[in-house]
């Protein structure tokens, strides 16, 4: 009898409780945040290595094309001594963040941002076993179509407002080759990206201005987009990892005795 | 049909459906999304641990010592058999 009494409230939230696999999963799936912050390190590092590089070249050609030497010897001694730094940071980052510790600058981002929440994992992809083979072949597939059609766009083969429309035959299956590759570790919502970068041909095809037409900025066109939709694509899928937390928080919290109970 | 008591228990339960969904939570994880103390979680998790339902990890996370769980194939046949008879108790308790 007492044990049918226990059983009453749980059995009114039975079914609630059989989704909280799915919210988990959910959220775990799209806890994602810490691949866009680390592109966003990646790209600010790019540009202050360019600028620091870029500078004293800048003031070293300056020196003497007006024949300024001084100015031309204090910018070049300024370019090597910036070339030297970013060696040196070069060095010690390989040595530090590569080989055995290359996970490492992820998981402390991923500790940065998720750190209060703790950690959970997904299992690792079914089609693991990860067949490098398959891996090299699609590299070497997707330079070339790459690089290739970049080749042709400067030849004047392509038009440079056709180079992102004619990408999809090639950067969409990779995409959604990725997914399924890395599935069930992300979601379903990363392929909000494939989805949008095929929008961003059609429109362009349709007449929509959304590409560079010069020759310096046509490889932007393929660039832009991807890294754009990928970024977009993963803070999607963050803002849900809130959203599946808060459900799950809000189906396992448990109030006072209930939760105490042994 | 009888119903599972170390599942039974409310916390225990949502510990066990939490980890059902994962390869692995660490305790921080539990504790925050349960919004339970420290002490608790981890009585009810040495209980499932000492029925055999739970893998307890160790391990180092940017050196600081960092425990996670996982369910294991013991854990995750009790738990689908704690469903199936909790529906059929309550299949059965219905009237008509």
């Known amino acids: 009898m007492s044990n049918q009494q226990n059983s009453e409230p749980q059995d009114q939230n039975a079914e609630r409780l059989k989704e909280i696999p799915k919210w ?25 290595i360019a600028v620091l590089l870029a500078l004293p070249l800048h003031l070293t050609a300056a020196g003497f094309k007006k024949g300024n030497m001084v100015l031309g010897f204090v910018g070049f001694a300024l370019f090597v ?25 992820e998981q402390l981002v991923e500790q940065r941002i998720y750190g209060k929440e703790g950690a959970v994992s ?50 969409v299956p990779w995409l959604v080759s990725e997914y399924f590759q890395r599935r069930p570790r992300i979601g379903p919502l990363f392929l909000i990206s494939p989805a949008l970068y095929t929008i961003h041909a059609i429109l362009i095809v349709a007449g929509v201005p959304l590409f560079f037409t010069t020759e310096n900025f046509c490889i932007f ?13 993963y803070v999607i899928g963050h803002v849900y990892s809130r959203y599946a937390l808060k459900k799950l928080k809000g189906i396992t919290h448990l109030e006072g005795e209930a939760a105490n109970g042994d | 049909m009888e ?29 925050t999304t349960l919004s339970l103390t420290r002490g608790n979680l981890s ?27 996982q369910l294991t194939q013991k854990g995750s046949k009790a738990l689908a058999q704690y469903w199936e008879t909790l529906d059929a108790v309550r299949q059965s308790g219905r009237p008509g």
């Not at chain 1, 066109?221 to 694509?233: C, D, E, K, M, V």
């Not at chain 2, 119903?3 to 504790?31: C, N, S, Y």
């Open chain 1, 24 to 48: 988990t999963r959910r959220y775990a799936q799209n806890r994602m945040l810490t691949i866009p912050v680390l592109m966003v390190m990646g790209v600010l590092l790019i540009m202050f």
């Open chain 1, 81 to 105: 001594a910036a070339l030297a730094a970013v060696l040196i940071f070069l060095i010690i980052f390989i040595s530090k963040f590569c080989r055995k510790n290359s996970g490492l600058i």
């Open chain 1, 122 to 171: 997904m299992p690792g992809p079914k089609i693991m076993k990860k067949n490098i083979w398959l891996g090299i072949v699609i590299g070497v597939v997707l330079y070339i179509c790459f690089f290739g059609s970049w080749h042709l766009a400067t030849e004047g083969y392509i038009a440079f407002k056709y180079l992102q429309p004619i990408s999809v035959f090639y950067i």
């Open chain 1, 221 to 233: 066109n393929i660039l832009l987009p991807l890294i754009g939709y990928t970024f977009l694509a």
């Open chain 2, 3 to 31: 119903i599972d008591k170390i599942i039974h228990e409310p916390t225990r339960l949502r510990i066990m459906m939490i980890l059902a969904g994962l390869e692995q939570a660490d305790f921080t994880f539990l504790v």
């Open chain 2, 43 to 69: 009585r009810h998790i040495e209980k499932l641990e000492s029925a055999g339902y739970l893998k307890v990890k160790k391990s180092f996370k940017d050196r600081v010592p960092n425990t996670s769980y």
